[in-house]
């Protein structure tokens, strides 16, 4: 998936022990994913892999900012996100990627595309509903608040209340009719 070798990890040459990566992600990361969801992002993915006899370990970590909109009222903002993930890299007869953190390669590859594995950590650290944080805190200041604001329904006034209590006393048998069926 990845359009570039930026990802790919040619672990057959390295030394048995811990390798550290380290991976600056922005959106032209997730344009190859066909991924849009984020007006900006900037994050910083670090990525240790230990390679053992057999197997390799994997331990993902992202911080950082995207941007995007309020579900509440659709207003962008930067929205921190963190997270992390394992992987744990045996080989096999064949490739298999059934199980979300045990990846099986053939005996005879080489390399490993970690592409994927960036895209879907990032992606699922983001929260399903993302509210602003001047929403929560009451900060928030937008054209639409201030437009809501001038049409709320005021309070009635100490002589706009005394107007509705000097009804015509009519009015009220009037009233009562409607009631006492």
């Known amino acids: 998936m990845?359009?570039?070798?930026?990802?790919?990890?040619p672990f057959v040459g390295l030394k048995l022990g811990k390798h550290h990566f380290e991976y600056q992600i922005n959106n032209k990361?997730?344009?190859?994913?066909?991924?849009?969801e984020f007006q900006s992002s900037d994050i910083k993915v670090n990525l240790v892999l230990e390679k053992g006899s057999n197997l390799l370990e994997?331990?993902?970590?992202?911080?950082?900012t995207v941007n995007v909109p309020c579900d509440l009222t659709g207003e962008d903002f930067d929205l921190p996100i963190k997270g992390k993930m394992k992987l744990i890299v045996r080989f096999g007869d064949e490739f298999n990627n059934d199980n979300e953190e045990l990846l099986i390669l053939p005996?005879?590859?080489?390399?490993?595309?970690?592409?994927?594995?960036?895209?879907?950590?990032?992606a699922l650290s983001v929260p399903l509903k993302r509210v602003h944080?001047?929403?929560?805190?009451?900060?928030l200041q937008t054209p639409a608040l201030t437009k809501l604001n001038e049409l709320k329904v005021k309070e009635p006034t100490k002589e706009e209340s005394k107007k509705e209590?000097?009804?015509?006393?009519?009015?009220?048998?009037?009233?009562?009719?409607?009631?006492?069926k």
């Open 2 to 9: 990845s359009k570039t070798k930026e990802f790919l990890i």
């Open 29 to 36: 990361f997730f344009e190859n994913f066909d991924y849009d």
């Open 58 to 64: 994997l331990n993902f970590k992202h911080k950082g």
């Open 107 to 122: 005996h005879g590859e080489f390399e490993l595309d970690v592409a994927q594995y960036i895209y879907e950590m990032i």
């Open 133 to 139: 944080p001047g929403v929560k805190d009451g900060s």
């Open 165 to 180: 209590e000097d009804i015509d006393p009519r009015w009220d048998k009037l009233k009562q009719l409607l009631t006492d």
